[in-house]
Structures are given as C-alpha cells and as structure tokens.
C-alpha cells in the first residue's frame, strides 16, 4: 500500500503533466499564492456578511472589501447603494442574483437565452420560477428580436433577464442596453437584469468595452475568481445594490452578524487570493493581461486558418471557436466541444508554444483523416 | 504605502494570535497539509458529478471518490443505493438534501426543530417550502410530543424531517428512530429524514453511538469537513440515496459529465484534506481525537464549576454550555453566545492550558464583577 507521500508525489506529477495541455478551459494559469501559504494553517472563515463585524476573529474580511471594492467601482456600482460577497463561485452568485430578483419581484417571468450556461436552469429551477428560454444569433448572442416577441405576450408579468457576458461556448455577449430599451418600450417597470459575467466580466469592464455594467442597467453582476483572475480554488464575486440586498437580510445572534449570503461558512483564503493579484498587477498589469490573451487568441486564429481549419471568434474574445476535433485531440487538449464547435481559451498564463503544439496537432489529425477517406 | 510582502505578515502575526484563543466555534486545529500546498499551483476544479468522468483532467475525483467512501461507510449507506459529493460546507449539503427531499415530495411539509442552524431557515426559503418550527427539550434536542402533535394535524401532506445531528449552540441531537417512529404511527409514507450532522456526525458514528445514520431511518446526511476532520477551508460532504439523486441529475454536454451538484465548479484542494488527514489517522486516529476531545469537554466542566460557573454538556459532545460570559471575556475567547449561555468546543487541537487559561479569565472576571456588586 503507498503510503501518502508517494501518492502525493504520483499524483502530483500528473497534475503537473496535465496542466501543459489545459487550454480548453477558462482558468488563468499565471499565478503563485506561495506567499499566502502560511494563512492555510489556520480556521480562517469568512461566514456571513462581509460588511458586518463578527465576534469571531478568524477571517479575512478586510481582504474580501477591498476585493469587492475594486471590483464595484470596475462595474460602476452606485457609490452607496451596492453590497455583495464574495462566493464559491460563479453559480452561488448567479443564484444569489436570481434569488434576490425573486424576493423582489415574485411571480416574474425569467428571459435567458439558449446559450446561457446550463447551471442557471438548475438555478431557476431550485428556486421555483417560471422561465422562457430566448433563441440565439449564430455567434452565440442573445436574438433581440426573439426576446422582445416573447416580453410582448407576458406584459402582465414582472421581467427577470439574464444577460450573459461571455457564454460558455464562443463567448458572446448579450447587450444590455439593448434588453432595457426593450422593457422601457413596452413598460415593464418591474423588472431587474441580472448579468453572468463569470468570464469576460472583469477584462471587458478593463479595456472600457462593458455595456453590461450598473449604469448601463445591470442590477446584479457574478463574476468567477479563478477564471480571469486566478485561483486554484473556484472561487467568485456577486455584486447587488444594497438596497434591494436589505430586504432579504436575517439577523442571526448565533454569529453576531446578519447573515444573507448563500453559503454561510465562506472560503476566506479565496479573499486573500484575489487581493494578491489585483494589488499586485494594478488595473493597468490586468489589463495588459488581457491584452495579451486577445492578441493570442487572434493568433491562434490566423494559425488554425492557415491549416484549413475553420476559426473565428467574438470581439474581444479570449475564446476561440473552431471545427469539432476529434475524441482523442479533444480529450489530449482537454477542449470543451458542443454538437459542432470545440473551443480553446487564451487565459492569463496559455503560451504561443502551446497554440503552436495544439495546431501541429491538429494538422496531424487532419492529415491522418484525409489518408484515411483516401483509401 | 505598505507593499504586499509587509501586509502579508502583519496580517499573519494577527492571525496566530488570535488563533491562541479560538475555542468558540468548532473547527479543528490539529491539522498541516503542508505536504499539500504544490497543488495550489494547478488550476483544479471537481466541477461536476465526482462519479463520472470528463474531459477536463484537473480534478481530484479519486481524492473526492476515496472520502465519501469512507464516510457512506461509516454511516451505513446502503450499499449499492448511495451518492454523494463534496459540498463547499454544511449549508450546501443541507440545501441539497431538502433540495432532493423536495423534488420527490412536491408539496411536503417541513418540520424543524427551534434549535436548527438559521441556515435551514434559509435554505428553506429558497427552495420556497412550507415549514413548521417544533419546540426544543431544555437539552436543545427537538421535542418530540411536539413533533408528533403537529405532524397529526398534517398527515394529508408527505413530510420532511430535519434532525439535527449537534445542534449549533448546545450540541443536542435529535433521535432519528423516535422521528421515524412517530411517522410510522400516522401512517406517513411519504417521508424524507435529512440529518443535519454537520458537527457531530463524523465522531457519533466513530464512537458508535450513533442513531441518526441509513440504518436508522436518514435518507441523506450532510457533515461539514472544516468541523471535526479538520480543514483552512470550508467544506463538507454529503450523502444521498442515489436513487432518489438519479431523479434530479441533468446531463450537460459542455463539461462532459453529469452535474447534480449545486455549486457545479468545485474546491478540489478540499478533498485532497480529507483524504490526507482520513488516510493518516485512520478510523482508530480519528476515534482517538473524539475521545479526548470528550474528555476534555468534561474538564473544562470541572474546572468551571469548581470556580462557581454553571455549565453543562450533552452525551458525547465536545461542546460545554456554561453562563453567559461579558462582552470583553466573549470577545477576547470569540465565543458564540445566545441570550442566555455561550458556549466553548473541545475540537481536536484545544488544549488543557487554553481551558485553564480561559476558566482563569472567567474567575478574574467573576470577582470583578463581585467586587463591583458589593460597592
């Protein structure tokens, strides 16, 4: 029987392995926490409200505003009308959104269309509310046209829309703008558009290409932590104006603390995490980061073309779509494929070297395809 | 401006310190998972089902698959009828067991005793149940003549029983077969008994006194990892029949894999914990720690009513109730309180100087207090 340093010292060296080829999903690779490592010694634990104070100590809360601070003022939060925490990931702040426009709003419809990440129908679902999913465009966006139809017949109806920034598949982004000017047109005053903006959220709002931010109409944004910015823990941030957040608070003396989040018990290495890199690299070193993941994406582009394979991607994208590859690149490469399309994301930390070796591959699976129909 | 390197250790030496007197709230100290820190390099995530494969490798399923075997095991989950995942705390496990109970029960009744975590409440609401609150013993254990008094008035609806396995403030627990009996009486075969054993579960069932698992009537149980295994992370596991699970999966194809999870992505450092300190110590190790943990819960009873403290505990708990303690004494200890106790928790890594420190402090502040009376 191994014992649990010779497992530790296998499985790490398959982790290690695995991780050259991990371009499929959106996660950044270009961090090290090594210094906060030391803080995992110790029950540190962010339960309940991260704005409250606590009788317990062991937390990192001043960590967790000043994550939520930047990135409130990023979203253009109303300055004194927002709160949020930061949560498990993207899905909790995608139900906490959901979740309060319910409060607020009972018996609304909820809009999301098709491309929407299959975790927001388990959420709908969990929370019991009725739902119509919106057709898309072919680049994965929100059809304007289908959603403005569907809103006429339920006028009677409080509007809950999901707009998503960035969709899990070619990365789209629904336009908020254009989801407001639709309620205003047929008077829906009760409404409320929460965005999932898990991936793109935090690099659109840097290169000053949001139109899905509070002041464009967003009453509720989730994004993820270790996607863009990085974490080896999934981890997220949920941003809501504090207003409508008063109305579904609980006091509990248990904790000494009101408590409205989902979670309870909170990850508060996650804090520390996100604080580390956003006071590290600045607004300006993230954003050059973006940069960098765009340029490299569009390169990845140029270099699948130039094999003859179909690529293309959204503006300002770090995703790039391509022609279904097979099982075995797919599962080599760890690509996430749909019906037609398999996709590589240029996160923080993917490498030129490592588009060059994924193209090679698939040239080599192409022409190993095209002997094969040749015989 | 301080850079990161001074805030980092300045906010270290806070946190070892207050570390020295956190023995209000149940987390277990004894824990290093140094060994483990290399993986906080990788992007792992266990999004997703922990039974099933996907495409993405950067996961530690088999981690994950090892600790709920120990646990279905431990608590005599039937043998080939049992799921389960690894939530990120016990409120999620809670959420998804109702979850599960509702989704089978439509239109069920929820019964809950007084002493339940605020979390339930919560959970409760977001899943948009009906619920009844039953009235506690002095002990904090639910009142059964209660239970069975309103359950009569409702035996048109199926229902749903929380038992709670070590209640928050007084680690009570709720006796599963004196439920299940009571259900039987009024013929209610539409039933669902979630146990809530976050804190207590693990230990009971090593000490064999348990009487809340599969064999006595649960039919899920969700325990928190950060509680008495040991975790710097929240975290938790959870139990279910996997019939009753298959009802509510959904595959989707983008991760390869079927998520019946709430959270979707997950922590998949938290599992690589369990299986570290679950592998080291063993059934016997872990025995051993519940047992002087127990012991030590009586001394701290000794020690404080030798100084004139009321106190008082559970069978097995490692939690010890005593009178509410001042402001200052609750602060500086971080203990929870409610309006009449406050409570401290012999988990694994609390020491006999830190109890004689503690009872020291509670004498001093006692004669204060005389001292002020008498003038």
């Known amino acids: 029987?191994?014992?649990?340093?010779?497992?530790?010292?296998?499985?790490?060296?398959?982790?290690?392995?695995?991780?050259?080829?991990?371009?499929?999903?959106?996660?950044?690779?270009?961090?090290?926490?090594?210094?906060?490592?030391?803080?995992?010694?110790?029950?540190?634990?962010?339960i309940g409200d991260p704005m409250s104070t606590s009788h317990c100590d062991m937390h990192t809360r001043e960590f967790e505003q000043y994550v939520l601070q930047f990135f409130a003022r990023l979203f253009h939060a109303p300055q004194n009308d927002w709160w949020g925490y930061?949560?498990?990931?993207?899905?909790?702040?995608?139900?906490?959104?959901?979740?309060?426009?319910?409060?607020?709003?009972?018996?609304?419809?909820?809009?999301?269309?098709?491309a929407t990440h299959y975790s927001m129908q388990k959420n709908i679902h969990l929370l019991?509310?009725?739902?119509?999913?919106?057709?898309?465009?072919?680049?994965?966006?929100?059809?304007?046209?289908?959603?403005?139809?569907?809103?006429?017949?339920?006028?009677?109806?409080?509007a809950i829309v999901i707009a998503n920034i960035g969709t899990t598949m070619t990365e789209a982004k629904d336009h908020?703008?254009?989801?407001?000017?639709?309620?205003?047109?047929?008077?829906?005053?009760?409404?409320?558009?929460?965005?999932?903006?898990?991936?793109?959220?935090?690099?659109?709002?840097?290169?000053?290409?949001d139109n899905f931010d509070f002041r464009f109409g967003a009453d509720s944004i989730a994004i993820s932590g270790h996607k863009f910015i990085g974490s080896p823990i999934p981890c997220g941030v949920v941003l809501v104006k504090k207003s409508n957040k008063d109305r579904i608070s609980r006091s509990v003396s248990y904790i000494g603390s009101y408590d409205a989040t989902i979670a309870g018990s909170r990850n508060a290495i996650a804090p520390l995490f996100m604080w580390y890199t956003i006071s590290k690299l600045g607004k300006e070193g993230l954003l050059q980061r973006a940069l960098q993941g765009?340029?490299?994406?569009?390169?990845?582009?140029?270099?699948?073309?130039?094999?003859?394979?179909?690529?293309?991607?959204?503006?300002?994208?770090?995703?790039?779509?391509?022609?279904?590859?097979?099982?075995?690149?797919?599962?080599?490469?760890?690509?996430?494929?749909?019906?037609?399309?398999?996709?590589?994301?240029?996160?923080?930390?993917?490498?030129?070297?490592?588009?060059?070796?994924?193209?090679a591959d698939c040239t080599m699976a192409k022409k190993e395809e095209e002997v094969v129909l040749e015989f």
Not at 15 to 33: H, L, M, T, W
Not at 86 to 114: K, W
């Open 294 to 359: 765009i340029a490299l994406a569009d390169y990845a582009i140029e270099q699948l073309r130039n094999v003859g394979i179909e690529a293309w991607k959204n503006e300002n994208a770090l995703t790039v779509v391509f022609e279904k590859q097979s099982k075995t690149l797919c599962s080599k490469w760890q690509l996430a494929s749909d019906a037609e399309w398999s996709h590589l994301i240029c996160m923080p930390g993917v490498t030129r070297e490592q588009i060059d070796d994924f193209v």
């Open 1 to 46: 029987m191994p014992n649990e340093q010779d497992t530790i010292s296998s499985f790490l060296a398959r982790v290690e392995e695995r991780s050259r080829s991990f371009i499929g999903y959106p996660a950044s690779k270009d961090f090290n926490y090594e210094e906060l490592f030391p803080f995992l010694h110790y029950n540190l634990n962010n």
């Open 176 to 209: 908020v703008p254009m989801i407001t000017n639709i309620l205003k047109k047929y008077a829906i005053r009760d409404h409320y558009v929460h965005c999932d903006a898990a991936l793109a959220g935090p690099y659109l709002a840097l290169l000053n290409h």
């Open 128 to 158: 019991g509310m009725p739902s119509i999913v919106i057709r898309c465009r072919q680049n994965g966006e929100m059809d304007y046209d289908d959603l403005e139809q569907i809103i006429q017949h339920y006028r009677h109806k409080p």
């Open 86 to 114: 930061m949560t498990h990931g993207g899905t909790e702040g995608n139900l906490y959104g959901l979740f309060l426009a319910r409060e607020l709003y009972p018996g609304a419809m909820v809009y999301y269309s098709e």
